[in-house]
Every structure is written in C-alpha cells, then in structure tokens.
C-alpha cells in the first residue's frame, strides 16, 4: 500500500531562529513557529508520512558540520513529538548542482522510495519559489505554508 506524505521544508516553514539567522547553527537557535506543532500531527494522525526536506548549504560552505545539523534536527524532532517518518537535507553549498538541493526533486523521490509513498496524493509545504520548484519537478501538489498552517 503507498502511503500519502506531507513533506516540509523546515527554514521559515516550520521553524524560526533566534537572532534573525536564516538557519539555527546551534538546537537553541531554533523556534517552533505557530500552528506548525498541532497541524503537522493532524496529520500524521491521518497516516501522512512527515517527512522533512531542506536545503542545508551552510555544511557545503562550512557554516556548519553535519554532526551538528544532525544534532538540530533531532532536537525539532523532539520538540515536535517526533512526528517525522524522515528528516532529509541537501549538504550542498548553494551554488553547487545537486540532485537534491531544491529545486531538484531528489529529497522527495528519496523518501518516496524508501517509506512507499504516493507522490500524486502528497503534499509538500515551503516559504520559498524553490520548494515549490521542487514540488513541481516531482510531482507533488505544492501549499504556501502561512496558507496550509492558517487551515
């Protein structure tokens, strides 16, 4: 059985920092914006598949090692109630060419892959023209996420 997803971009999306930053470097750097707890689990109740996706290019210009993006994400996750089926980010510098930096789709078919997920019954939530790009190239219905959290 394919499984439905709601995939999230995270920077402006879910979350905010502290300070102004684009991306938290540190797990206190980062905020919760609202609304995101209580729809992000609606739907997980509804058997979505969570599935982060974000563009991390600050570990590709060395901002930031991996270990620590790995140590914020687990730290949403937890904040969140550990609603995510997957936290997936491109390590990439911005200007590099990567399958899955967005607005490349390859985050997305990753997961589809891996946890079954019907892509035509999906949906991804972004802040920016690239995470709706990248909604497109995979054939994702796409939702402005100050829309989908106002619901």
């Not at 599935?51 to 060395?62: E, K, P, T, Y």
């Not at 946890?115 to 972004?126: F, R």
């Amino acid at each position: 059985m394919k499984h439905k997803a709601i995939f999230l971009d995270l920077d402006g999306t879910v979350r905010t920092t502290k300070g102004g930053k684009v991306c938290p470097n540190h797990p206190h750097e980062q905020e919760i914006l609202p609304g995101r707890y209580d729809k992000i689990w609606e739907y997980k109740n509804k058997g979505y598949k969570i599935v982060a996706v974000s563009n991390q290019g600050g570990i590709g210009l060395g901002y930031m090692t991996e270990a620590k993006c790995k140590e914020i994400l687990k730290d949403l996750d937890d904040r969140l109630g550990n609603p995510f089926d997957k936290l997936l980010y491109a390590k990439a510098a911005p200007k590099e060419k990567h399958p899955w930096t967005k607005p490349n789709p390859g985050m997305i078919l990753a997961a589809s892959k891996d946890l079954n997920i019907d892509l035509k019954h999906s949906i991804m939530v972004g802040d920016r023209q690239s995470d709706q790009d990248a909604a497109h190239n995979a054939g994702v219905k796409f939702h402005w996420a100050d829309d989908f959290f106002k619901k």
